[in-house]
């Protein structure tokens, strides 16, 4: 986790593995996780915990010495309604030489 903090909880996905493909299809996507207290719905976190089988809380006790890195500019643009979006694009293919 101490690898990760620094991410702000972005991660590029190149796989949408709850469709069931068996190879990545389609153009990557940025995903946001959550990040802090009260994002994320108690009745959907107590779920998640009960499907899974892990109590969140205590994760989180466990990663209390970690510490975070100051939040830099730009980072969190999605908090201002600003998202990445990738668009495939058809272009000609060049014969070989």
């Known amino acids: 986790m ?8 972005k991660t590029w996905y190149t796989w949408q593995v709850d469709r069931g493909d068996k190879v990545p299809l389609g153009i990557p996507q940025l995903m946001m996780a959550f990040t802090a207290d009260g994002q994320a719905h108690p009745q959907l976190l107590a779920e998640c915990d009960e499907e899974y089988g892990i109590s969140s809380g205590e994760k989180k006790k466990s990663r209390a010495d970690i510490v975070s890195p100051a939040i830099q500019p730009g980072v ?22």
């Open 2 to 9: 101490e690898g990760l903090v620094g991410t702000y909880g």
């Open 76 to 97: 969190d643009t999605w908090q201002r309604g600003e998202a990445i979006r990738l668009q495939t694009e058809n272009v000609p293919m060049k014969e070989a030489p």
